[in-house]
């Protein structure tokens, strides 16, 4: 996340006569981001933007709450999956398992809740066993990554292969397996109350006001100014906007009627995951080591560890993104995950803003580029579109996104960022 003292404006702490001065450093700074391709997430959301204004125009009913609820569920598996490809892409690194890694946990948790089966689990236990196996297979493909050496793209294609293997091995055998257990399939079709989802709203806003409130105390403790107190409410104001924005909408549906316990899931791992990268000294050594693993080694920083708890994080993602995503079907069977949901979740991470480079990008990226690929899949298909045409357009996405990030890893590298 941005600093909010590194932009010049009016701000606390600042002399009176330097205000006019921090303005004009503000549009300076702005303008040096501009020139030097440090555009942030600011293409992806003008880039949003105008996908949904188009499909409002194109589908009749792809502007309706009812629909805004079903792209909620419809990204939350594949965003729970992105969210683990964003830690490994910030090594320089790639995970090719996720896909059938999460197919493993559905089959898992379908395994383990399964009445008269002998070892039937609670659901939530069921879940902890499945998100804890993948967890620790996605550490052993790190341990051979780091300790071994070699290459992870080796590494995780075998797991994709023997994954795969092991779900058809088991289904062909089983067919399909129905998950019955209430407290698994709740995690992809529950819904909150109309009151429920106002107070997670305020919960949410309230939370997200006062860690900012805390940030700025703590620096006028240090004596640092705050230069930019319109951006800091600014923040609270669009946190605010959409919570409560995606809670009255959802309160609108018809069938079904409220917000989301999968979108809340999300929500509550984006701002966990955020904080191990931003606020842990694991996070700040995950950008280190992805910057420059040589230098993070002399400075100290135990290389292989970290990439062993990278793909680590990888694995328990996907498990708990296979969890919801067989939550959402109520079932597992032989295309559990199959199809394009490996490039669909490498793509959320990269449209989103991480670099496939290395030691550029940050968690929310992932929540990004997950609404646009479901975006875009949810209105072509309501405008009618075929499948193929679904993958066209995606993959034209995705290639916008590695040129607009290449161009300004040139563009910072020429102005000497």
């Excluded at 949904?52 to 009749?60: D, G, I, R």
């Excluded at 923040?235 to 809340?264: C, D, Q, R, W, Y």
């Excluded at 969890?323 to 490996?342: H, K, M, Q």
């Amino acid at each position: 996340m941005s600093s909010d003292v590194d932009v010049a404006a009016p701000g606390i702490g600042l002399p009176e006569g330097d205000e006019a001065e921090a303005q004009a450093g503000l549009w300076r700074r702005a303008y040096d981001n501009l020139r030097a391709g440090n555009l942030g997430i600011l293409p992806i959301v003008i880039g949003l933007a105008l996908i949904v204004v188009f499909f409002s125009y194109k589908a009749t009913n792809f502007f309706t709450a009812d629909n805004f609820n079903n792209i909620i569920v419809q990204m939350a598996g594949l965003t729970m999956l992105a969210f683990g490809v964003v830690f490994v892409l910030l090594l320089g690194e790639i995970d090719l398992s996720i896909g059938y890694l999460s197919g493993i946990a559905a089959l898992a948790v379908a395994e383990f809740q399964l009445p008269g089966s002998g070892h039937a689990y609670p659901g939530v236990v069921a879940i902890a066993i499945a998100v804890g196996l993948c967890a620790l297979i996605g550490g052993a493909q790190g341990s051979v990554v780091a300790l071994v050496g070699v290459p992870s793209f080796v590494v995780t294609l075998a797991g994709l292969l023997i994954w795969q293997g092991v779900i058809l091995q088991v289904l062909e055998i089983k067919g399909v397996i129905v998950i019955q257990d209430k407290w698994i399939n709740d995690t992809a079709n529950y819904y909150f109350t109309s009151r429920a989802g106002w107070i997670i709203a305020a919960v949410v806003t309230g939370s997200y006001a006062l860690a900012m409130l805390g940030s700025v105390v703590g620096k006028l403790r240090a004596g640092v100014a705050i230069r930019s107190p319109l951006l800091i409410v600014a923040k609270v104001l669009g946190v605010a906007a959409a919570t409560f924005g995606t809670v009255a909408i959802s309160n609108h549906a018809n069938v079904p009627n409220g917000l989301p316990l999968a979108g809340v899931l999300v929500v509550i791992f984006l701002i966990g995951l955020t904080f191990l990268a931003k606020r842990t000294p694991f996070g700040r050594h995950v950008y280190a080591v992805g910057g420059n693993a040589e230098a993070a080694r002399r400075a100290g920083i135990n290389v292989p560890r970290i990439r062993i708890i990278v793909f680590m994080i990888s694995g328990a993602m996907a498990g708990v993104g296979g969890v919801i995503l067989a939550a959402r079907l109520n079932s597992v069977d032989l295309n559990v995950g199959g199809g394009t949901l490996l490039l669909d979740a490498i793509s959320a991470a990269v449209i989103g803003g991480t670099s496939l480079f290395g030691g550029r990008g940050e968690v929310r990226s992932a929540l990004i580029g997950a609404l646009v690929i479901a975006t875009v899949s949810n209105g072509l298909n309501t405008a009618g579109y075929k499948t193929g045409t679904i993958y066209i357009v995606t993959g034209v996405i995705l290639l916008l996104a590695v040129t607009l990030d290449t161009v300004a890893r040139r563009l910072q590298a020429r102005s000497g960022r």
